[in-house]
């Protein structure tokens, strides 16, 4: 059963390739923050806003298995669902080029800090419980 | 003669490349402001402070001629002078590669914005008095 | 009289911010190439296609002035019309968010290197004839 | 004991922030790849000559844990050590900054890629055989 409760298509830019004429590997933790944040916006509360209350959200852990290479003109989806593990949101998220063969597949874990401290994220818990895998 | 009054050497790093193997327009882009910052940073104020200071330095044009594509292994050396046309402040960069053969030419634009507005910059202007060429 | 004969939608990533909260200037040449490239796809031949023919378009000018700061959330159009001086081929693009203001105002010049040379540009120029403005 | 084999300082470009005044999660693995091309450059066989050789090095997982975040004037130091599993290349990397906190713990794996097909890697094992940990 499909636990994925967001996706986004992304469309591959050239100038994201590298010289093997692959999309560069930091280049999907770039459409896996996209795919978060535009997840974010779409439940109702963004990143901009997170960082304004002085929640920062920040990336703990990317966690990344890379398992087919995007190319010039591929047409990605980007999909995720999420848990909490404590302080610890966990993003599972997966990306298929247009064949629905999967390019990536990871784990991305983001905590809120607030005054620089990793805080126990129970407004971020409360902002998205509708979306919280149980 | 030779106006130039900071230089930094740059190494092209792998991911800056595109599928054409060569460093992509946007990269040298990177490479002007990264040079102009550390100018700043050898001039006695960073970016970063200016910014604390609500100067808030910001790009107004890039007028950037490219004229021999820098490529994985080059070391290039990047060189600027500056000069204030009122409230703006003009750097001219050229980068070279290893063998002296010039990459890029350009004259970047920077006015600083305080409170939302361009300012007359002359906080900026005292800042690097010594460095702004008659 | 609008000129414009391509557009694209580009929503603001975040990654794209830089410490200031506001789109850093090397992105806009990111969204001004990746406009480019996916006019070539919507005329019919794509950068990866010219380049697989051995044309090898290379920017040789970024004249790129920028009007106003996009932020997170923004959702930008780009838009771009062409014209051919000899060899180079002119793109004239602008940015504008979603207010219609104006963000970036763009000239780039865009070259056919052939063989390590640059070309006539006579294949490109036929290409691309229907769009090229008179 | 210390294991590693190779270090490289790496200076923080301010374009590498993004709006909450970090160094962006995605530009670490910018800092881990260059440091493993640097490292390559260094034993004899760079990235380039091996692409050009047709071996492809090809990221096959990024897992990166972030500990504490960089920012604008800060001079890392990245270190890495590498081992063999079977046709995997296992890169154990770690970013410091200038006082010596960590702030980066990454493994990375590698594979050769040749014709497309992942191989068992003998020819990069040989390569590199003198830095491959016991």
């Known amino acids: 059963m499909d636990k994925y409760i967001f ?5 591959v830019r050239d100038y994201e390739l590298d010289a093997q004429g ?7 933790i770039h459409y896996l923050e996209h795919t978060r944040h535009e997840f974010c916006e779409y439940a109702g509360l963004t990143w901009d806003e ?12 990317n966690d990344v298995t890379y398992l087919h290479s995007l190319r010039s003109g591929d047409t990605a989806v ?13 993003f599972h998220q997966d990306i298929f ?7 990536v597949k990871a784990e991305v874990t983001v905590v809120s800090v607030v005054d620089g401290q990793p805080s126990r ?6 902002a998205f419980a509708e979306y919280i895998s149980k």
């Open 121 to 126: 994220g129970d407004a971020m818990a409360e």
């Open 50 to 61: 997170m960082n304004r209350r002085g929640w920062m959200p920040v990336v703990r852990r």
């Open 7 to 11: 996706e986004v298509p992304i469309k």
């Open 78 to 90: 980007s999909k995720l669902w999420m848990e909490r593990r404590g302080p610890r949101f966990i």
């Open 22 to 28: 692959i999309v560069n590997n930091a280049n999907y």
């Open 97 to 103: 080029n247009q064949d629905g063969v999967q390019a």
